[in-house]
């Protein structure tokens, strides 16, 4: 299963692709940051994050995409740049017909660490574990993004092949949108 | 000056497209809903949001795109898709280098009624005589996107010239995505 992790974000949108099963050593296939400027108008920015996330699915063809859950109740400056960086991961994967799970950060950081409340540190040592990275993934937004694929590989693979029948008759019903 | 208004919402998306410029009688070009299933999932609740929008700007070609600015503050529950589905209306406008421009609710109130505290009711009636319409729009969302598009012809035509400049030069530069 090939899972492309988005931890959305304007400013810093982290991507990861992760590779492996549920119980067998995952692989890391590419890892990165889709950026923005911060002076650039909303509407150019959104065209850059699609832009980007198009170019990571068309390299690394994930069959599914995992993007954090956005909450209203975090930092009300960021929130909303937070909620459309994801709208746009969520559009480009739901056109392709790749389905969409959403995870929340504390699903994510039980996931990988097993603990729903460990901080940035203990989440990147065990990304570089569980991948056999040399070093942790710089920014965090990144080896967010990684933790994001594993926690979706480890979580319900039954579902996961479920949802990506339902996806896949979803989009080729309707088509693919301009 | 032909705008078109988007009142976003995943349920209901309200869109009205107005021509006119600020001190002469106004035209309402169209009006109306894009509607997604609420028990659809997520990306393609967002992908028929895009489908919608994108009629919209091939039937109408308008040369502004006036969005409602969503504030987190607002009910939490509905924030999060009035985020995202604005988020999908601005990139669809950046995308084809239409400049797209942000009003508060507040904004568009006191431009057709005169008072930023305006009901629904008020701004509904007011859509209705400044458009020359036989009823006021329904649902509310198609009258508050009119009342966008109204607001947007109506603030500071020179900006607009502006920003339409420097939103087309940004678009040529960069080139059309995916």
Redesign the interface.
Known sequence: MRVLGVDPGLTRCGVGVVEGVAGRPLTMLGVGVVRTPADA????R??AV??GI?QWLDEHQPEFVAVER?F??HN?RT??GT??????A??C???RGI??A?HTPSEVKAAVTGSGRADKAQVGAMVTRLLRLSAPPKPADAADALALAICHIWRAPAQNRLQQA??LH?ASS?GR??
């Open positions: 108008e909303l509407g150019q959104l065209v699609e832009q198009e956005v209203s109740q009300v929130v909303m909620a459309q960086a994801s709208a746009v969520m559009l994967a739901a056109r389905p969409v959403l339902v996806a979803t309707k949108s301009a």
